[in-house]
């Protein structure tokens, strides 16, 4: 299962995310993790956004099965607006492979 686990500031912008682990959905006998690879270009797609479109300073790190992302204190109503797309991707993805995903907020 796939962990995204999301850390609201007090203000409710999201002040950076985490992602670990893998879906295991492999689809007949292809070798290719369908969820996995739609969880990463949705989740690689935001983190980018945030760090180069954005500029936003941070922690960005990225390996196999885990994610994270920390802008901290950066957070604004620009950042929140990727980050909120990126959630609609996931959640989209989570409808359709419900055992997959699992979403946590973290607020404090």
């Known amino acids: 299962m796939i962990t995204v686990t999301m850390y609201l500031s007090a203000g409710e912008f999201c002040k950076g995310f985490t992602i670990k682990g893998h879906a295991d959905s492999y689809v007949g006998d292809s070798q290719y993790d369908l969820v996995c690879a739609a969880v990463s270009a949705v989740t690689l797609t935001c983190a980018l956004g945030l760090r180069d479109i954005l500029g936003k300073q941070g922690t960005y790190n990225s390996e196999n099965g885990f994610m994270n992302v920390n802008i901290a204190d950066k ?31 973290v607020k404090g």
């Open 75 to 105: 957070a604004d109503e620009q950042s929140e607006l990727l980050v909120k797309t990126m959630l609609q991707g996931l959640k989209m993805i989570q409808g359709k492979y419900p055992d997959t995903i699992k979403l946590i907020n």
